[in-house]
């Protein structure tokens, strides 16, 4: 199955900061980067003149999806916050919402089928990514609730030892702590992902306790070694 990535782009975008994302961009054309933006664990109240500049320079890329984050709370967040969240974002240039911690069990599922709902009165094609972390239950794959649903969040070393498969086409995998792996090695793990049915996935050597304030070190290898897969059909973001 082709790839795309999905990036937690938490780095604080001084202006050079983010010229790798740029990078991948252009050189991987045919490849989808939701890139999920998180100014202050969520939008805040107003983008700084950085923040500005960055989210209009990524416009200028077709294949750039921008996604901002929310915090959910596994479901115990006022449903209020978490709405004045999602429609902060739609008052800014991106192209949806990334629901972070997100419940798994059927009796919380209603909650994030109404944020689905809403994110729809927002946006036309607006795309919800929820981040259980771990498998839910089936019901949260619905197109109803989400449109892409990370189903794994983990180190890699716990992955090696338990590694879900990938329940639908709309699964996503965020792996970080990862080795700083040769060409060769990144490609074979890329290509136990494509075995395990994911189609949307992140990979860093970047360690706990914040896995994401850095690219990983292998950046430029991830483009190339998604590409050797066919990408995702660009019929998904075009």
Same mark, same amino acid.
């Given at each position: ?39 202050? *664990? ?7 003149? =950085? ?11 077709? !294949? ?66 929820? !981040? ?22 983990? !180190? ?11 329940? *639908? *086409? *709309? ?15 990144? @490609? =074979?793990?890329?290509? @136990? ?12 050597? @970047? ?32």
């Amino acid at each position: 199955m082709p790839l795309g990535l999905i990036f937690p782009l938490y780095i604080y975008p001084t202006p050079t900061a983010w010229n790798p994302v740029y990078v991948s961009l252009k050189t991987n054309p045919n490849i989808p980067h939701i890139l999920i933006i998180n100014p202050c *664990s969520g939008p805040g109240t107003a983008l700084d003149t =950085n923040y500005a500049a960055a989210l209009t320079q990524l416009r200028r890329y077709p !294949n750039a999806i921008l996604i901002g984050y929310v915090s959910t709370a596994w479901g115990k967040r006022d449903t209020s916050d978490v709405r004045a969240d999602i429609k902060q974002w739609a008052l800014w240039d991106v192209d949806g919402v990334f629901l972070d911690e997100c419940s798994t069990g059927v009796k919380e599922s209603d909650v994030y089928r109404a944020y689905k709902a809403f994110a729809s009165e927002l946006w036309d094609d607006g795309v919800v990514v929820i !981040n259980p972390g771990t498998p839910p239950n089936p019901v949260y794959l619905l197109p109803d609730i989400s449109t892409i649903c990370i189903v794994c969040e983990n !180190n890699y070393k716990e992955w090696t030892q338990f590694r879900p498969p990938a329940q *639908s *086409s *709309s699964c996503g995998l965020i792996l970080h702590s990862t080795p700083t792996w040769s060409k060769e090695e990144l @490609d =074979n793990v890329i290509r @136990d992902v494509v075995a395990d049915g994911y189609q949307w996935i992140f990979l860093t050597d @970047d360690p706990m306790p914040n896995p994401y304030d850095a690219f990983p070190g292998y950046w430029e290898e991830i483009g190339r070694a998604v590409a050797n897969c066919g990408g995702v059909d660009e019929g998904w973001y075009g």
